[in-house]
């Protein structure tokens, strides 16, 4: 079966954003497909090749969003995955695929500096932050080159990492164990969850008071009105006008302080970090009262997953 280098580019990252483009690497040559006018096209066109891609879940789930790919047709053994092979290789690295092409393949990824140039043009013109500039809004013939670069590095990536895994019978076994749980994490995110919004819109509405009060009271412990907790300057300042020298305020270091002021911050910063990251993370990303999860397969380096927000490579 002919292997062959699969990407997308999408409107956004959310489970439910389409691709505005698909693109392909046979080896020799390259090729972008829009989306959805090529569609169907393009569907022929996959349908007896095995696909390689790099963070192959978000592919997929584009793909089968788009009406390219059918979710009952896709089987562990007519996909792969760059990340996951450079993850079991040595799941330290970096296994970003600009990374990996310029650490293996010698690449300088001068399309990316392409895009970043186009970006900034963009958002100039039309009065923008860069980070809300998405690829579709750029030219196509600055996204095209860097469409096709991506498929044609994750091509040359499986043909570099593949015959290395293949030493090692029980990396085999774990890399078509990866690709099974692929596809059953991808059925588990096309479920939405339900979320108890009157509860959760009234748990946001607390963690903010807390946060709230605690930061009026570390001011008030301070004495002064202007203090700014977040401020990792400011804070040492403060330790040391009470005598204490600290090298860092990170948490091992307030830990170690035996004073109210240490233990007020570290009870602030759990309480943003409970607020920011869970409570309003949620209420960003439902919809109607309902939520995508996404699993994050590759990261940790411990060999767990986390969830977290999409990332396309």
């Known amino acids: ?49 095995r696909l390689v891609f790099h963070n192959a879940k978000f592919d997929l789930q584009k793909l089968i969003l788009a ?46 500096e392409e895009i970043r140039k186009a970006k900034k043009v963009v958002a100039k013109e039309q009065k923008l932050k860069l980070s809300e500039i998405s690829y579709d809004m750029l030219p196509p013939e600055v996204v095209q080159p860097y469409a096709i670069k991506d498929a044609e590095y994750t091509l040359r990536l499986y043909e570099l990492f593949n015959p290395q895994l293949e030493q090692y019978d ?10 099974e749980l692929c596809l059953v994490l991808l059925d588990i995110e096309a479920q939405t969850m339900k979320l108890d919004m009157e509860y959760l819109n009234a748990k946001v509405r607390e963690y903010s008071s ?48 035996d004073h109210p002021l240490s233990a007020a911050i570290l009870e602030l910063r759990h309480l943003r970090k409970v607020l920011s990251t869970y409570l309003l993370g949620l209420q960003q990303e439902q919809k109607n009262g309902y939520i995508h999860l996404n699993f994050r397969q590759h990261k940790p380096v411990t060999g767990r997953m986390s969830s977290g927000g999409r990332e396309e490579e």
């Open 1 to 49: 079966m002919r292997v062959i280098g699969v990407d997308t580019e999408t409107f956004g990252l959310a489970w439910d954003d389409f691709p505005f483009l698909a693109s392909t690497h046979d080896g020799v040559e390259g090729r972008v497909w829009e989306l959805p006018a090529e569609a169907a096209s393009l569907r022929e066109y996959l349908s007896d090749k």
């Open 67 to 112: 009406g390219v790919l059918e979710r009952a047709l896709i089987s562990a053994d007519r996909i792969e995955d760059t990340e996951g092979l450079a993850h079991l290789l040595d799941e330290h690295q970096v296994k970003k695929l600009k990374h990996l092409a310029k650490t293996y393949l010698g690449e300088d990824n001068a399309e990316q």
């Open 170 to 179: 029980d990396l085999k076994q774990l890399y078509a164990d990866e690709m």
């Open 210 to 257: 807390r946060a709230l009060r605690k930061e009026l009271e570390i001011r008030d412990m301070v004495g002064e009105e202007s203090f700014n907790p977040n401020s990792s300057k400011q804070v040492l300042e403060v330790f040391a006008e009470l005598g204490i020298k600290l090298k860092s305020t990170g948490k091992i270091a307030l830990r170690g302080v």
